[in-house]
């Protein structure tokens, strides 16, 4: 399964099961500070989704990120059980070697645009880590474990509407793909109050 364009827009930001306003969620996250190269490449896009800034929904440097894998909803995961997922996690990814990555080119999604990372095998590698560490505490492991498709999302849609506008105006830019070294995996507290993923960094995890 590969990532392909969509014709369609679809609004992003309805609230999925589980969900709704003041709720949190524990999750891992590759996250880009300090990759300065993302943030280049992420603003280009910025740039040029502009005109869109009231139909999309511009993700600035600070809440970039890979979404990897989570574990629960705050209140329904004891804290005692998401420690020990850190600590499972670093024994874990201490095996895996850190990585370079390239970020892009992009594909329009019907909800977003996001930015393929490559390669792919590289991150699943970490994912991987990361759900054998849930599962050594945990007795179910959340999400399935096949049809992860890496991806860093430039911009998500905050409306419906026809893809075309925003495919003809990208299709105007040439854009670079970025380069990143994986270093470190987070754990994070997230949330989606403001129509943006916001989080509190848990743990930053080292990879070997």
């Known amino acids: 399964m590969t990532l392909t364009s969509s014709d369609t827009l679809r609004n992003h930001w309805w609230w999925r099961p589980g969900w709704s ?4 969620f524990y999750t891992w996250h590759l996250t880009w500070e300090g990759q300065d190269d993302v943030h280049r490449l992420a603003a280009e896009y910025r740039d040029a989704l502009t005109p869109f800034a009231g139909e999309l929904t511009l993700i600035p440097d600070r ?4 979404t990897m894998q989570g574990i629960g909803f705050v209140g329904e995961v ?5 420690r020990a997922v850190a600590d499972a ?23 977003a645009i996001l930015l393929p990372a490559h390669p792919a095998g590289s991150v699943t590698e970490v994912r991987d880590a990361i759900r ?3 599962g050594d505490v945990l007795h179910d492991v959340p999400e399935k474990p096949t049809g992860f498709r890496p991806h860093v999302s430039v911009a998500y849609s905050a409306s419906d509407g026809p893809a075309a506008p925003v495919q ?14 994986v270093t470190s995996a987070e754990l994070i507290v997230i ?7 916001e989080w509190e960094t848990s743990a930053s995890v080292p990879l070997g």
């Open 21 to 24: 306003v003041g709720r949190r």
């Open 63 to 66: 809440w970039l990120h890979l």
């Open 78 to 82: 004891a804290e005692r059980d998401v």
């Open 89 to 111: 996690a670093s024994e874990r990814l201490a095996a895996v070697p850190a990585f370079d990555v390239r970020v892009g080119p992009h594909v329009l999604a019907p909800e």
């Open 132 to 134: 054998g560490a849930i």
């Open 168 to 181: 003809g105006a990208l299709a105007t830019r040439e854009f670079t793909p970025a380069q990143a070294r």
């Open 191 to 197: 949330h989606r109050d403001n129509e943006m993923y």
